[in-house]
T-cell receptor
Framework: AQSVTQLGSHVSVSEGALVLLRCNYSSSVPPYLFWYVQYPNQGLQLLLKYTTGATLVKGINGFEAEFKKSETSFHLTKPSAHMSDAAEYFCAVRGANSKLTFGKGITLSVRP | EAGVAQSPRYKIIEKRQSVAFWCNPISGHATLYWYQQILGQGPKLLIQFQNNGVVDDSQLPKDRFSAERLKGVDSTLKIQPAKLEDSAVYLC?????????FGPGTRLTVL
C-alpha cells in the first residue's frame, strides 16, 4: 500500500525567499513520485515527477525535488518565490494500476 | 492538444436530489479516473476505467454513486441521492504513461 504525508497545511514565505515543501511517502514497491500544483478553481497541473534515474528532478516554473530513498522523502524546493507561486501543492505516489495516492496538500502563500 | 473537459463547472443541489457530471478525456487516453476532493484534503480516487471496463472502484460508495464509460471515451459520474457530505470538487483525469492529466473539476455544493 502507498501513503503520503505532507506535514502542516500552510506555508508562508516572502517574495524572493526559498520555498521548501516537505513530502514523505510510504510505498511497497519502488515509487513513482509526483508534485502537482492547484490554482484556485482549477484542476491539478503536474510540476514534476520522479520515475527512475536521476534523483534530482527539475520541473516547471523553477521548481525541483530530490528523491531520497533512505529518508523516504521527495521535498519540493524553489530558490526564489514569486507571487504567482501562491497555490496549493500536492505530493502523490503511484501504486498498482497507475493509481495515485495524494497527500492532503499544502497551501503556499507568498508575501510581497 | 485539447485537455480533459468537464461539465458543469459548478452545481448546487439540495440533499436527496440527483446530479450527474460529464468528462471527456484527452483523445487516445485509454485510462480515465474520477476523484473526489473535499475541501482541505487531497483528491481521493473514486473509480478507474481502462477503456470501458472498471479497474478499481473500491472507494466508490456504490449505494449512491455510479459511473459509466460506455464507449471507452467520455464518462459520466452520477450521485443519487446526494448527501451533505458529498459537497466537494469532482475531478476527472486521463493518463498517458506516467502522467495523469486533470480536468478543471466540477464543484458540487449540496444544501
Amino acid at each position: 500500500a502507498q501513503s503520503v504525508t505532507q506535514l502542516g497545511s500552510h506555508v508562508s514565505v516572502s517574495e524572493g525567499a526559498l520555498v521548501l515543501l516537505r513530502c514523505n511517502y510510504s510505498s511497497s514497491v519502488p515509487p513513482y513520485l509526483f508534485w502537482y500544483v492547484q490554482y484556485p478553481n482549477q484542476g491539478l497541473q503536474l510540476l514534476l515527477k520522479y520515475t527512475t534515474g536521476a534523483t534530482l528532478v527539475k520541473g516547471i516554473n523553477g521548481f525541483e525535488a530530490e528523491f531520497k530513498k533512505s529518508e523516504t522523502s521527495f521535498h519540493l524546493t524553489k530558490p526564489s518565490a514569486h507571487m504567482s507561486d501562491a497555490a496549493e501543492y500536492f505530493c502523490a505516489v503511484r501504486g498498482a494500476n497507475s493509481k495515485l495516492t495524494f497527500g492532503k496538500g499544502i497551501t503556499l502563500s507568498v508575501r510581497p | 492538444e485539447a485537455g480533459v473537459a468537464q461539465s458543469p463547472r459548478y452545481k448546487i443541489i439540495e440533499k436527496r436530489q440527483s446530479v450527474a457530471f460529464w468528462c471527456n478525456p484527452i483523445s487516445g487516453h485509454a485510462t480515465l479516473y474520477w476523484y473526489q476532493q473535499i475541501l482541505g484534503q487531497g483528491p481521493k480516487l473514486l473509480i478507474q476505467f481502462q477503456n470501458n471496463g472498471v479497474v478499481d472502484d473500491s472507494q466508490l460508495p456504490k449505494d449512491r454513486f455510479s459511473a459509466e464509460r460506455l464507449k471507452g471515451v467520455d464518462s459520466t459520474l452520477k450521485i443519487q441521492p446526494a448527501k451533505l457530505e458529498d459537497s466537494a470538487v469532482y475531478l476527472c483525469a486521463s493518463t498517458s504513461q506516467y502522467e495523469q492529466f486533470f480536468g478543471p473539476g466540477t464543484r458540487l455544493t449540496v444544501l
